[in-house]
């Protein structure tokens, strides 16, 4: 992950985002956050925010995000895999996105194929 304006840590490996409006949907996406860095590598970060955080407004401005939840993959080079808006995807999705993110991060020809 990059995003250098969020001040976070770069870590190798695509970033999932979860951010939330703050509305009743918390749980649901604290829970995929939790399902999704239980079934994937160690390199992949998962950061949860509230859609009020500037960090969160930093991110959303950035990728044009404007229906929440939002669920966002990033690669290290700050290209958007993957999103989810509005309605919150099933964690088997987000870990099959996530994998196949990591594999186009890697250069694994496979992944670029549908």
């Known amino acids: 992950m990059a995003l250098e304006f969020t001040g976070r ?3 190798h490996g695509p970033a999932l985002y979860l951010i939330d409006k703050g509305r009743s949907d918390d749980e649901k996406l ?4 939790v399902a999704v860095d239980d079934a994937t590598s160690e390199d992949t970060q998962v950061v949860y925010l509230k ?5 969160a407004q930093k991110i959303t401005s950035f990728y044009a995000v ?3 939840p939002a669920v966002l993959i990033v690669l290290d080079n700050d290209q958007l895999a993957q999103s989810w808006t509005y309605h919150l995807p099933r964690a088997e999705e987000v870990i099959y996105a996530i994998g196949r ?3 186009r991060m890697r250069g ?7």
């Open 66 to 68: 404007a229906q929440f």
């Open 101 to 103: 993110a990591g594999a």
């Open 51 to 55: 859609a009020t955080s500037a960090e």
């Open 30 to 33: 604290i829970a995929l956050g």
């Open 9 to 11: 840590p770069d870590r």
């Open 108 to 114: 694994d020809q496979s992944a670029h194929s549908h």
